[in-house]
């Protein structure tokens, strides 16, 4: 009987950043169990879950390469987002009920207000850049495979169906002049990256148009909106865009290959016009251990 061990190491990923060509350039902390990496606005501090079971929202200072705790409850915490003014963080959490929608000051100062209750799990994944929308992942129906799209109104906190239908839809991300909703669906057979116009929902493109096998999953806008960038498989590809009154888009372009950890939001944060990217990977794998 052989007996195969990975160890606790197999739950821990590295925060990594890395050039276009995949160029190691730095690393954030230690391996530790992380998800959903959220880079500020002003680029200098990094909200990220950690922990397995239950994670807690911290907070990376960059410059002094020091970290705070952000929360501090039992419940799983997730998916931080940032303001646009970088003052306050969003995020999921099941304090007293199931997706829960909380949001609190970054300055660890005042205490979190509950802004929205699903009554089931959900995954936050973007906060608009006028302040007014959170865009989050609903399943209305248990079981059901269907995802759906929803936007939390936070002047009303009202919540509605965005992108909605018998095909899974989610990972919506706005490109930073709020003109273009980029997301995931399988509405093809499989997980595409697909744009369309915001907010009147008119005209969709698959622009993740390079022939893979496996999904793509995870689209994110260059901070200067001429790129966007999602995974396929252990592949970072980007594909460019050209601003304007329609949607272009180029050919997209396989830049490295790399191990990220699955999951909504896990993998990529991109900033500095697309000259860096920081990854949420899985280190090399250590010879396993046999037991005879």
Known sequence: MLVHL??????NSVLT???RDGNLLDTIGEPGGYWEPALSHDGSRLAIAVGTDAADIWIYE????????????????RQPLWSPDDGRLAYASALEAQGEIWVRPTSGQGDAELVFTAGTSITLTDWSSDGQLIFFNYQ???????LDVWALDMQTSEARPYLSGKFAQAAARLSPDGKWLAFESNESGKSEIYVQRFPEADGRWMVSNDGGVRGAHGPVWGDDGRELFYGRGRSVLAIPVTPGAGFAFGTPRTLFGVNLRSGQGAGLVVTDEGQRILTNELPPRGPARVLH
């Open 17 to 19: 950043w890395r050039d």
């Open 140 to 146: 209305q129906v248990v079981g059901d495979d269907d």
């Open 6 to 11: 990975r160890g606790k190491q197999a739950t």
């Open 62 to 77: 960059l410059e002094r390469d020091s970290r705070t705790r952000f929360t501090f409850d039992s419940a799983d915490d």
